[in-house]
């Protein structure tokens, strides 16, 4: 990517980590507890016809990177920043399966440089999110275990040969997830998930490419397929909800962004992320929810050190009552 970057020694957790931390432990919000099932990782399920619907903004900014192990800077691209509004839907199909759909639109820029950002419709994402056991844990709990099992297809043909400005990577997913979720009956509340994403092979606009060290003459490239984790805890009760989560993105093979190169849509791409998510019930209007959600990159490779806030509203629809909402 050019000259203009400066090597700066790889961070442990810095002070502004710390304070995003704290921030997070601090800060409590009220939550309708049916609400909080909207996302594949989480123990929480919709109940039956009721379907959860809103729009979220997310975004996403960084300055500094991992070019494979070494954290730096460019100073021909600056910072870059990734917008995205999200449409999301949960159906309660029953009280055991909830069916979710994620569309979502793009926007990225670059604040230096020549690049150009991208903008349109990225990849929509489907799930199937089964609760398959509800164990009582003596009086006071009970713990749930959920798998989910979603895919997502590119919505256009936007190309994944821009990177770090490129809408997505163009790849079809599939992935299996598992999640064991726990809740005391005093609001303690305990979440671990873990999930597998096998991806389908890219096709670039050229005839050939290089990476991993290797030549290859061929516009199809073999995507890595994706592991992640991540474990979280807080408190749910009355109404009031606060999880805070930690989190890990590990690509099964792949290679390292090359000196003074653009990444590749195949590089191993890895982090570790801490996280906050906060709801707020909004005063005389019943079912309306409003989110924010903040992420924070603590370390990776082939990267960046990303800032992540997300916020939007959602609202509930009940149909069981004729057709009527609550």
Sequence with gaps: MGSGFKIVPDPKLSVSSLKLVLLAVMLTAA???????????DGIMLSKLKYCTGV?????????YWEGPLYRSNGNIGAITTRTISYIGNYGLTDHINLLITVPHVSTSASQGVLHGQSGWQDSSFAVKAKLASVPIGRMGALRAIAVVSGSIPMTKYTPDDAPLSLGTQSKQISGRGTLNYLRRNGVYLNGSSAYTWRGNVQLDRPSYYTNGQLYF????????????????????????????????QTRGGGDIRPQDAPFVSNRMNDSKIGGTITIPLPRVHDLQYWV???HTLNGRNVGESNTITTGMLYTFDFRRNGSKR
């Design 218 to 249: 061929s516009d199809e490239v073999a995507m890595p397929n994706v592991f992640d984790y991540s474990v979280g805890g807080g408190y749910r009760k009355n109404d009031t909800t606060l999880v805070v989560s930690y989190s890990q993105h």
């Design 56 to 64: 979220f903004y997310t975004y996403d900014k960084w300055d500094h």
């Design 31 to 41: 939550s309708s507890s049916e609400l909080h099932g909207q996302t594949t990782e």
């Design 293 to 295: 959600i903040l992420n």
